[in-house]
T-cell receptor, first 107, second 115 residues
Framework: KNEVEQSPQNLTAQEGEFITINCSYS?????LHWLQQHPGGGIVSLFM???GKKKHGRLIATINIQEKHSSLHITASHPRDSAVYIC?????????FGKGTKLSVKP | GAGVSQSPSNKVTEKGKDVELRCDPI?????LYWYRQSLGQGLEFLIY????????KSGLPSDRFSAERTGGSVSTLTIQRTQQEDSAVYLC?????????????FGEGSRLTVL
């Protein structure tokens, strides 16, 4: 079993839809990270959280430490949100990442 | 520049040759990570440097891989006797805080092709 699992693996949505990407982990963590990787390959950090909820624009990340689960939500999705979303976590520094969720938002 | 810089951006080499990949982290960042991403795959952890502590090398796939970080700044990932399965994008990230508790800043990566 992978230490970090994401679902779904692929997601296609219509512009404007509410998107949820899930991340479950089996390791102890200091923090959980959500990353975004665009088709060009560049990776940017979206969120780092260790409890509760964070919001940035149309993006919301939540984490439930007891259930070892995090979700990334995108409200009012747009084609420019099309990318691979990756979650990762760790407790000793060696952050382990999931395989990513490929999101495609159609106009 | 202000971001994480990696060089070379592209490297094509012949099987059996050694390669060195360089990462210049953001100034002042104490944590530095190396990851590998094969085509269509996720981020594979390779090695983690944290301040003056011994690096976590648990992700290095074989003894052909090694990395060092000089003066707590620049890092070099060395692959000896390259194999075709080493072909991938090698990504470096730095963070202002240790133990994964700081925001991650990724470089653009070094694409390695082993013929």
């Amino acid at each position: 079993k992978n230490e970090v699992e994401q679902s779904p693996q692929n997601l296609t949505a219509q512009e404007g839809e509410f998107i949820t990407i899930n991340c479950s982990y089996s390791v102890g963590i200091s923090a959980l990270h959500w990353l975004q990787q665009h088709p060009g390959g560049g990776i940017v950090s979206l969120f780092m959280l260790s409890s509760g909820k964070k919001k940035h624009g149309r993006l919301i990340a939540t984490i439930n430490i007891q259930e070892k689960h995090s979700s990334l939500h995108i409200t009012a999705s747009h084609p420019r949100d099309s990318a691979v979303y990756i979650c990762g976590c760790g407790s000793q520094g060696n952050l382990i990442f999931g395989k990513g969720t490929k999101l495609s938002v159609k106009p | 520049g202000a971001g994480v810089s990696q060089s070379p951006s592209n490297k094509v080499t012949e099987k059996g040759k050694d390669v060195e990949l360089r990462c210049d982290p953001i100034s002042g960042h104490t944590a530095l990570y190396w990851y590998r991403q094969s085509l269509g795959q996720g981020l594979e952890f390779l090695i983690y440097f944290q301040g003056n502590s011994a690096p976590d090398k648990s992700g290095l796939p074989s003894d052909r891989f090694s990395a060092e970080r000089t003066g707590g700044s620049v890092s070099t990932l060395t692959i000896q006797r390259t194999q075709q399965e080493d072909s991938a994008v090698y990504l470096c990230a730095s963070s202002p805080r240790d133990r994964g508790t700081g925001e991650l800043f990724f470089g653009e990566g070094s694409r390695l092709t082993v013929l």
